[in-house]
């Protein structure tokens, strides 16, 4: 029995009635929320309980064999369920884990498959744009060489009409001095028929 001054009165404090309390509060089922996330806390109140029971000067007993074999089998149950609930995490970190790894997997394909077809757009990209190029050079090409070959054919075409002027100029040429030169025939005949006849009339007279 512990007494204390509290608020101008005293209080008891029987250890036998806190471990009686704690004892039932714990087989009572009300703990069983607490069991799985603060099971530290009932071992720790378990052994606060028993140690309430040795100091409350109780002798020892069948009720506190009892108790101490509830207490024993409530210690092996805890165990039982801090080892399930270790095993729960670990099963839960693994599915958690693999589920990271599946969602990193899936995360690396997306990125590689968009990379590929990024690579993939450029590369078409490049390959269109060199054969625009390779249309826009042949084009210019064949603009060029028909521009050449235009060139050449008018240029033909004035090299043969100057040659034909030229063989126009040199037939009337040819045509003048033949003209030219069967008028000075048909003159000098005339003269050579005038000294004939001037040289029949000397010798006749």
């Given at each position: ?21 704690l ?11 607490l ?14 309980s ?156």
């Amino acid at each position: 029995m512990v007494r204390e001054q509290v608020g101008g009165r005293r209080v008891k404090f029987d250890s036998f009635q806190i471990f009686r309390q704690l004892n039932l509060w714990f087989f009572s089922g009300r703990s069983k929320g607490l069991v799985w996330r603060n099971y530290y806390v009932l071992d720790t109140i378990l052994g606060f309980s028993v140690i309430c029971y040795l100091i409350s000067g109780n002798k020892w007993d069948g009720n506190w064999l009892s108790i101490l074999t509830n207490s024993q089998m409530s210690l092996a149950k805890l165990d039982e369920l801090r080892q399930a609930a270790k095993i729960e995490v670990e099963m839960r970190f693994r599915k958690k884990r693999a589920e990271l790894n599946t969602k990193v997997e899936m995360r690396v394909l997306l990125i590689l498959k968009a990379y590929k077809q990024r690579r993939a757009t450029l590369k078409e990209r490049t390959s269109q744009s060199l054969l625009r190029r390779m249309a826009r050079e042949s084009k210019y090409k064949e603009r060029v060489c028909t521009a050449i070959c235009q060139k050449r054919v008018a240029a033909e075409k004035k090299r043969l009409a100057l040659l034909e002027t030229e063989k126009i100029r040199v037939r009337a040429r040819v045509l003048e001095v033949r003209k030219v030169a069967r008028s000075i025939s048909h003159q000098r005949e005339i003269e050579m028929m005038e000294m004939k006849n001037k040289l029949e009339d000397r010798l006749q007279r």
